[in-house]
Each structure stands twice: as structure tokens, then as C-alpha cells.
């Protein structure tokens, strides 16, 4: 879909960490997919570059990416007092995983020890600008030259929780998911709670926006046209669009659970989400307060 009154110079970056980077540092993008946590942090500290959009194309329950050494680790209280693996501290998916546990399990982090790092690799995730959060956390950076997957399998850490999945999980008997059944609990939670994890948001320059204002709805119009078209095209059931044996049951369930569009663009649509990372981002100390979710974003004319 094509915006209308905007020449789009598209740039198809497959790691979203590299997008983010680039923007959070050197505002190398007029507009870009951008980490929901990062950009609410900064406007909360009043870092002001950037507006936001209510346009989210990254979503994902993470019961499911939660693994642990099942010699230290078998139920969620057991995380408390551990030393946890963790890409970032302040990336979005931490964000979401810390605040369910501790909604759903009353699991306490304060005595938490973080190592932070790559999950499959001794290297740092990326290159963040993120604000630090606003209190003394315990966190500690990979340094040892092994991934966090390899020191989940030898017991130096008990735990990793993030956007990943260790490759250990694959290949050593010790290392589980906390919540094997995680797909039905995402569904439960769903349903009780009406939170579906935004990951992702669309992110503008503020120069740009404010020269240009036209373009915030311009580029919302046409990138929700292009999700209802991906829905259309997704249930042509004749021919998969979509490498999952199993979408006929998939589709189904998006009927019954997501009334038929499990992403829909705007605020109030995806309330409960947004007003759940606020507040876990408040509780987490990455912001002062939880800010009313529609001081994040831009009006959308229309919508």
C-alpha cells in the first residue's frame, strides 16, 4: 500500500535490533519499526526525537521464552533470589515476561541478579540507547566468553527470559521451559486478561513529524490497509500463504479468540496491552509513572 502524499525510500532490515540501534542513537530513519519499551522510556525521561504511532508489527505471547535449568528451576517462584540470563534489562519482551510473573505468580525480582547478554552468543545484544532504569538494578554483563545458553546448561545461571530461545533447549536434557504448556496459558491469559505482549510500534522523527504532520495518518491508513490485506491473503486457505501445517486450526482459533483480528492498529483497541507495559515499566523502575497511553502517541486523524 502506497501512503498517500509520501515517496517511501523502503529499507528491509531483518534485525529489528540493528533498526533500533541505528534510530536510538543516531535517528538514522524518518520513520521505522521501533522497540515500544525504548520509546516510552525516552518520551517518560523527555527525550523528545521521536513520536509514536499507534502501529504495532510485533506481537508475541512469551510464556513460551522462559527456560530454565531444571535442576535449580521448576516452578516460577523458584525464579526469585537467581541469577537470571537476559538480552537487555530494559528490552520490551523482559518488560512483559517480568510483569506477568509477577502478576499471574506474585513472583518477586527484587533479589534478582541479571546477566546480560547475547543468548547464543558470548557477545552483548546489540548496542542500545535506551535509558538506564531509575533505580539500582543488579545487573552484570556477559563477560565470560560463552553464551547465555551455555551457561544455562552448566548451572551458572538458573534462567533466561527474553525475545529468545537458548539453543540448548534443544540439546540438553537439563535445560526446559518453565511453562511446557505454554500455548494454552498464552490463550487463558488472553482471555482473562485481554493482553497480547506489543513488542514493536512505529516510530517518526520529531523534525519530521512536526514539519509534516499530514504523515502520521497517511502512514497509519496505508499500513493498516496492508495488515487487513495480509488477513485476506492469510486466509486463502486453497493454497497456505503461510509455512504452518497447521492454519485451518490456526484460523480457527484466531476466530474464537481474537473475534478475527488478533493485531488491530490504535489505542483503544489494544488498551489493556498498553496500559500493562506502562505500569510494569513503573513497577520496574524504567519510568517514573505510568503515563495515560494516549499522551504516547500522535493523533490520528479519521482513525
Same mark, same amino acid.
Given at each position: ?26 535517528? /538514522? ?24 504511532? +499507534? ?28 541469577? !537470571? ?20 505468580? @506474585? ?15 558470548? /557477545? ?6 535506551? +535509558? ?6 543488579? !545487573? /552484570?554483563?556477559?563477560?565470560? @566468553? ?50 497480547? +505482549? ?11 513529524? /512536526? ?78 509513572? +505510568? ?13
Amino acid at each position: 500500500m502506497k501512503p498517500d502524499g509520501i515517496d517511501l525510500n523502503f529499507l528491509a532490515i531483518d534485525e529489528p535490533r540493528q533498526i533500533f540501534d541505528r534510530m536510538g542513537k543516531n535517528l /538514522e530513519f524518518d520513520a521505522c519499526e521501533m522497540s515500544s519499551s525504548e520509546v516510552f522510556s525516552r518520551l517518560a525521561a523527555g527525550r523528545n526525537e521521536m513520536v509514536a504511532l +499507534p502501529v504495532f508489527p510485533s506481537r508475541v505471547f512469551r510464556h513460551g521464552f522462559i527456560t530454565v535449568n531444571r535442576n535449580a528451576v521448576t516452578t516460577p517462584k523458584d525464579l526469585e533470589c537467581k541469577r !537470571i540470563g537476559i538480552p537487555l534489562y530494559t528490552q520490551t519482551a523482559a518488560v512483559f515476561i517480568r510483569g506477568m510473573l509477577q502478576d499471574e505468580h @506474585g513472583v518477586d525480582f527484587s533479589a534478582v541478579h541479571w546477566l546480560q547478554g547475547a543468548t547464543n552468543g558470548p /557477545e552483548s545484544h546489540g548496542d542500545p540507547a535506551a +535509558p538506564p532504569p531509575l533505580k539500582q538494578v543488579s !545487573i /552484570e554483563q556477559n563477560t565470560s @566468553g560463552r553464551s547465555l545458553s551455555q551457561l544455562l546448561e552448566t548451572g551458572e545461571i538458573q534462567a533466561i527470559l527474553g525475545s529468545g530461545l537458548p539453543a540448548a533447549l534443544r540439546t540438553h536434557p537439563d535445560v526446559r521451559r518453565l511453562f511446557p504448556n505454554f500455548h494454552a496459558l498464552e490463550r487463558d491469559y488472553y482471555r482473562r486478561t485481554r493482553i497480547f +505482549p506489543i513488542m514493536h510500534l512505529v516510530a517518526l522523527r520529531r523534525d519530521v513529524y /512536526e514539519k509534516h504532520p499530514f504523515i502520521a495518518t497517511s502512514l497509519y491508513k496505508a499500513m493498516s490497509e496492508a495488515k487487513d490485506l495480509a488477513l485476506t491473503k492469510m486466509r486463502n486457505v486453497g493454497t497456505l500463504r503461510y509455512m504452518l501445517p497447521g492454519m485451518l486450526a490456526e484460523l480457527d482459533e484466531i476466530d474464537d479468540t481474537f473475534g478475527g483480528d488478533p493485531w488491530p492498529y490504535g489505542v483503544e483497541a489494544n488498551r489493556p496491552t498498553l496500559e500493562a507495559l506502562v505500569r510494569y515499566m513503573a513497577e520496574q523502575s524504567l519510568i517514573k509513572a +505510568p503515563i495515560p497511553v494516549e499522551d504516547l502517541f500522535v493523533p490520528i486523524y479519521g482513525q
